[in-house]
């Protein structure tokens, strides 16, 4: 299992790395590739009517006249030992991780993102706990009584779930609880300053995002128990004298579970990097209000970052799946 761990670790920063190649080429290879040069790179940072010893300027100092190479590896650096960046009178110390510097804002892309980071995980968490409880549950009632009142109501409702886009049931709810009904608040405060406030501003965001989920999660956990329960395996356990229950949680929920489980890390690793709609629709500052405000005013830095990131969180929810599926179906072993 160490071992196993140990190269799944290398294989991930590998990934991580060539992720970072593959954005960073996009980024700023693209560009160059379109007609794009470096003058008219450093002119988005240098604003209106720049001087040609200002663009000259800026683009010297922000490396853009540097090979493509020679800027990656200077990424690469930044990440692990920190850069220094020579903008402005002031030269800026950008330490490790650093993930590039918004020469827009004039600030690090990093500590925005960490700032951001509780209210994206707070969303999250909350969204993930509820979609996976009521999704997954809705699906297995369903599954054992196919065809009743509660089987067809409750796909009606994932239908309509899947089918209705987040921006309209999230607007939908701030109409009704917030501003027509005042129960609930699009305002986040920190838990540790009032964790009533707290619940109270993201019920409805995490509501819109699990209405979302937990109709995929229900519709794909039917699908599955309906499959396993027919399998021989089933039938030789209830021909063994086990409970029902033994026989629903023990052999067909497991193997029903494996999809899911892969399908949840894939989720919760992007949602992590930023669940951009809830947030831009509720007013969230995390990090994908942060990176549809990036990709608005094409601050590249702060795009690339936040790929970055999200690109980490799905790797490393990835691992951790692979890891959980040797606990939920023991036919899997790892080594």
């Not at 021989?232 to 067909?252: F, P, Q, S």
Request: aromatic fraction near 14%; charge should be neutral.
């Amino acid at each position: 299992m160490f071992v196993y761990i140990v190269r799944r670790l290398f294989a991930a920063v590998f990934l991580l790395l060539v992720v970072s190649a593959i954005t960073f080429a996009i980024f700023f290879l693209l560009p160059r590739l379109a007609g794009g040069t470096a003058d008219s790179l450093a002119t988005q940072y240098v604003g209106k009517n720049p001087s040609p010893e200002s663009i000259a300027a800026v683009k010297k100092n922000l490396g853009f006249d540097q090979p493509l190479y020679a800027q990656y590896w200077d990424f690469l650096r930044g990440v692990f030992v920190g850069r220094e960046f020579n903008y402005g009178p002031d030269p800026s110390q950008c330490n490790a991780p650093c993930l590039g510097y918004s020469f827009k804002d004039h600030v690090e892309v990093w500590p925005d993102i960490v700032n951001r980071l509780p209210i994206t995980a707070s969303l999250t968490l909350g969204a993930a706990v509820i979609w996976l409880i009521t999704g997954v549950t809705t699906g297995v009632v369903s599954a054992l009584r196919p065809g009743s009142l509660f089987d067809r109501l409750a796909m009606g409702v994932a239908l309509a779930g899947v089918s209705l886009p987040m921006f309209f049931t999230g607007t939908l709810s701030l109409a009704v609880f917030v501003f027509n009904w005042p129960v609930f608040t699009n305002v986040y405060v920190d838990f540790s300053e009032d964790p009533a406030a707290w619940f109270q501003g993201l019920v409805l965001p995490w509501s819109t995002l699990a209405f979302l989920y937990s109709a995929l999660y229900a519709r794909l956990t039917r699908a599955g128990m309906l499959e396993t329960m027919s399998e021989d395996y089933i039938r030789t356990a209830r021909a063994k004298g086990l409970r029902e229950r033994v026989v629903i949680t023990r052999h067909g929920l497991r193997s029903a579970l494996t999809p899911i489980v892969t399908i949840f890390g894939m989720d919760f690793g992007l949602l992590l990097g930023g669940a951009i709609v809830t947030e831009t629709v509720f007013s969230y500052h995390g990090i994908g209000e942060y990176a549809y405000h990036a990709i608005a005013v094409n601050d590249l830095p702060k795009i690339l970052g936040v790929t970055l990131f999200a690109g980490a969180f799905i790797v490393l929810c990835n691992l951790v799946v692979d890891l959980v599926y040797a606990i939920i179906d023991p036919r899997v072993r790892l080594s």
